[in-house]
């Protein structure tokens, strides 16, 4: 059975950091891209970042310049470093294997002083 299991989330202050990690069990890590979405009360979930099975990324436009995502292929696991937080990142987020209907349970990341 494959899972996705979201970690890393919590409080953090305006300008800081956090480091997401979705750990991937079973066989799709390296037939899929991954995506991180985020969801914040009372809106629609959203794309944040996308990275390919080589390689590849891409962004939100809110998110361009602070947030990095990548991928381990010997962990099984894609990560996203967000840098510069700011309270409007404040959300659940959610990793997921695209083109699938394989979600993660979310992490929730509050920024706030």
């Known amino acids: 059975q494959v899972q996705l299991v979201e970690s890393g989330g919590g409080l953090v202050q305006p300008g800081g950091s956090l480091r997401l990690s979705c750990a991937v069990s079973?066989?799709?890590?390296?037939?899929?891209?991954m995506g991180w979405y985020r969801q914040a009360p009372g809106k629609q979930r959203e794309l944040v970042a996308t990275?390919?099975?080589?390689?590849?990324?891409d962004y939100a436009n809110s998110v361009k310049g602070r947030f990095t995502i990548s991928r381990d292929s010997t962990r099984n696991t894609v990560y996203l470093q967000m840098n510069s937080l700011k309270p409007e990142d404040t959300a659940v987020y959610y990793c997921?294997?695209?083109?699938?209907?394989?979600w993660g349970q979310g992490t929730q990341v509050t920024v706030s002083s």
């Open positions: 997921k294997a695209e083109g699938t209907p394989i």
């Open positions: 079973g066989s799709i890590f390296s037939f899929y891209a």
């Open positions: 990275i390919t099975r080589s390689g590849p990324t």
